[in-house]
């Protein structure tokens, strides 16, 4: 039996412009090149982005879905998870990461950082959400990922 790889959340803005997308998909290429499971929402903007560079780097993607639509989920996940549940799947998500990288959102990205704060899991910031004490801050995407991987592997 093999043992279990790491699986990152990336939570962010449902919506955004270029150099965000550039950003989240830099991050999801590092995740696949740590072995590790990228888990995200499953839809549009920065999980969107992030799921596209892990993927086209060989990485596996997981994405949890707020409907009961499968077909919601953008192109490049790879387990689609359907819940019905809204934006209560926001707990879902960070709750399947053992870390989570938080890029530049609106509230519900806050709020997956309050939860994920809430169940001890580590987060880290990339671009944003500076007032946060108890979030460890990066510079680059290398850095990001990083830092999530050794505060997951010491968890």
Do not use: F
């Not at 093999?2 to 962010?12: N, T």
């Not at 991050?27 to 072995?35: C, T």
């Not at 689609?80 to 053992?98: F, K, Y």
């Amino acid at each position: 039996m093999s043992e279990r790889r790491l699986h990152i959340a990336v939570v962010g803005a449902g919506v955004c412009r270029e150099p965000a997308q550039q950003v989240a998909e830099a991050v999801g290429k590092e995740i696949a090149h740590h072995q590790a499971v990228l888990v995200c929402g499953g839809l549009g903007g920065v999980m969107e982005s992030a799921a596209r560079g892990a993927r086209t780097a060989g990485g596996l993607v997981v994405g949890i879905l707020p409907s009961y639509d499968a077909s919601t989920a953008n192109p490049w996940v790879d387990v689609v998870i359907v819940t019905g549940l809204g934006h209560a799947r926001n707990v879902l998500v960070v709750a399947s990461g053992d870390a989570v990288i938080a890029l530049p959102g609106e509230h519900g990205t806050a709020s997956e950082i309050n939860l994920a704060l809430k169940l001890g899991r580590p987060v880290v910031a990339l671009g944003a959400w500076e007032a946060y004490d108890d979030v460890v801050h990066a510079d680059t995407p290398e850095q990001a990922v990083s830092l999530a991987v050794a505060a997951a592997g010491a968890r």
